[in-house]
């Protein structure tokens, strides 16, 4: 069975960094791209960033470029998503997700993506 499990949730003040994790089992995912959405209260699902199964293409929402690192370690099955400078609109729920099809580039649409994890919470104070 395959599990996503996010960690490194919190509360930050605006301007923090925190560093989230995506742990995967029940597959071997090196060959899936990975991505990060997020849900504000009140907001739909939006996309925030993705990796392609070789981790050579990444892809970022505007509102994140600059801010936002994602990477992989295929060794331990792991995405991660490094956030800087962070602000109080980036307070949401954050959900990892791999990709329905093998071999993929960065992929933004959440359709794209057969496995969720059940999200974890970023709240950024201002």
């Known amino acids: 069975q395959v599990q996503l499990v996010e960690s490194g949730g919190g509360l930050v003040q605006a301007g923090g960094s925190l560093r989230l994790s995506c742990a995967a089992s029940?597959?071997?995912?090196?060959?899936?791209?990975m991505g990060w959405f997020r849900q504000a209260p009140g907001k739909e699902r939006e996309f925030v960033a993705a990796?392609?199964?070789?981790?050579?293409?990444?892809d970022y929402a505007d509102s994140v470029k600059g801010r936002f690192t994602i990477s992989r370690d295929n060794a331990k099955n792991t995405v991660y998503l490094q956030m800087n400078s962070l602000k109080p609109e980036d307070t949401a729920v954050y959900y990892c997700?791999?990709?329905?099809?093998?071999?993929?580039?960065?992929?933004?649409?959440?359709?794209?993506?057969?496995?969720w994890g059940r999200g974890t919470q970023v709240t950024v104070s201002s």
């Open positions: 997700a791999v990709a329905a099809r093998a071999y993929m580039p960065a992929q933004a649409m959440g359709s794209a993506y057969g496995y």
């Open positions: 029940g597959r071997t995912f090196r060959n899936y791209a």
């Open positions: 990796i392609s199964w070789s981790g050579g293409n990444t």
